[in-house]
């Protein structure tokens, strides 16, 4: 019997779906354990050792343990507080156990002269032994063969009951080997555990086992999960990138010096980069053909990925269709609106604005000029994707800082062309499209997705398998290096003195205040103080406020006379952490920079350095009551005034904050990967890469086996 019941434990599970839910079946769906495998596929956090009864005269300080003894005193104490202190002994010693919270139950079952058994972690006082809030049962029964599993749980789901549920759906599930045998044979691992073996021996180890192996997750069974784990990630991957090799999109091909692609290059002030012209090329070689583009360009913050979008919007709109670009804050998706209607519509192409905050009338004025196909060009927030947003022809998506928008949203935006009425036939100037027998062909709009937070190698080789890459690694030329220092709050009065500065010299300055999670008014406390402490500090000089309570129109107010260069010191909360362009500016102070991730940080400081002059960063920290910083939060600063290279600062970040926050995965809710470790196991990985095409191509009943076993309903929100 692998896992006895706790103790005061009466609870069934209710496998069966039943008329009314009780509240741990309800929380064992919050948990996403629906079918059998997913509960087998339910692995232990760690384990407990209820195997053996040791004695107390050979323990050390600090074991946990389990003891049997007799009961020798019972009594309540008031102080400090209300407490339960037991006396028990077991022979060789005797061991004091506290209890705090206790029921008048537990207080009869510890009564003197009661044999019991106590399990927790041992402390060695002055005083002898004691072990805190210790497990306790009746002494004598069966002891388990096995070490007891502790599962992830929520509220309201007690382990017994889980471990219960677990083991049932352990035991009914199919868990056939979907491993073809060839790629089995090529698992960089021996010996090689079946499916079978693996979970059986999770869910209930023999207790001569590591407890390191199986809680590092180095033990030969883990390693068949993490191999099965990566191996269905590939495989849904591939299948969506094969899926979308027979879907059909409209190709977008250049036509001529007239065309609008040449005339906007001409007007550029500026040459593009090598780097810039390169992409260009990748993503115009994907607009031409009929397959839909799936394209992410990843450029450091300030590289120029704004022209690059604006050329493919310029190829789509010169072949007749529509385009549509979406930043992910009202701010971000202005200034791109500003830029490309000067940049576009002395050349004749309309640009249409959409926004959460607009005017009905401007709204469906707006909605108008898109669904005759006038605009050609589509500029906004998430109101983009909106379902009474109905296109004409929509054939191509651009989305700006793609890591800040929700996988539900990037799927939504996706789905925005086949929605659209007119998509079946494009403009007579288009050719004429493939079409299947007499139907009407579905149309797909190709997608680029832009961001500034590169992405480190092996989240591209696993999360972003299905995606074609551009990088632009290279900045316009003429910018120089940002010098970033680190500053105590101490200093505030010197870092003002260079603000004076700066300022003299006609230059501008953001100063960007923190995000103080718990609350919104505090942080605009926080924001308002230093408006105001600035103001005073600095007569003469026009000083604004921005932050994410003002009103839109307010907001892009204050944005449009910092831009114009009217106001010379911007104080803000991280509104402006995206994609803001203000070249003039050249001093970026971040107040509480501990507070912040690194990724911010670089994105905040690539708010300067974007003209010629020479630019700075300064990092204010505060160590609040503590006489210095911590040995963390230094390191990560330091880490930021050493590098500007985004993708050593991406690296660092995602070995500090783990994947599935890297990514946003957390405003999808799916955790992405459970078990295995992108950086641990990257020899997992690249045995999974090598033979997921292999599978698919020739076992594709147990490549969809494999998938629908670990990833059931989540497949979808893998292939956004
Ligand atoms: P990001 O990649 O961070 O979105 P932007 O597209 O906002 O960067 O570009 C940053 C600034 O560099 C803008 O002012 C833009 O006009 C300018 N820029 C872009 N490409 C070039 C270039 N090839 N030469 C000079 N300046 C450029
Ligand atoms: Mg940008």
New binding site residues.
Partial sequence: MPAMPEAGSGSQPALKPEKRQSPAAKALEKLGLKRDIDLALHLPLRYEDETRISRLADAREGDAVQIEGEVTTCELAYRPRRQLLVTLHDGSDSCLLRFFNFYPSQQKALAVGARIRARGELRGGFLGWTMMHPHTRVAGGELPQALTPVYPTVAGLPQPYLRKAVLGGLARADLSDTLPAEAAAGLPLRPLWTLRQALEFLHHPTPDVSLTQLEDHTHPAWQRLKAEELLAQQLSQQQSRRARAHLRAPALRIDGAASLHERLLAALP????GA?CRVGREIGHDLACDKPMHRLLQ?D???????VAALAATTCIDAGWQCALMAPTEILADQHFRKLVDWLEPLGARVAWLTGSQKKKQRTEMLELIARGEAGLVVGTHAVIQEQVQFKNLALAIIDEQHRFGVAQRLALRSKANSAPGADHGPAATPALPRAGEGVVELEPHLLMMT?TPIPRTLAMSYYADLDVSTIDEL??GRSPIVTKLVSDHRRDEVIERIRGQLAQGRQVYWVCPLIEESEALDLTNATATHEELGAALPGVQVGLLHSRMPAAQKRDVMAAFAAGQMGVLVSTTVIEV?V?V?NASLMVVEHAERFGLSQLHQLR?RVG?GAAASACVLLYSTGDAPRLGETARARLKAMAETQDGFEIARRDLEIRGPGEFLGARQSGAALLRFADLAADSDLLQWAREVAPEMLARHSELAERHVARWLGGRADFLKA
Avoid: N
């Fill in positions: 500026f040459e593009l980069t810039q450029g913050v300030g590289s120029g990925k704004t022209v500034a316009p030329p994609g362009d070249p690539g974007r």
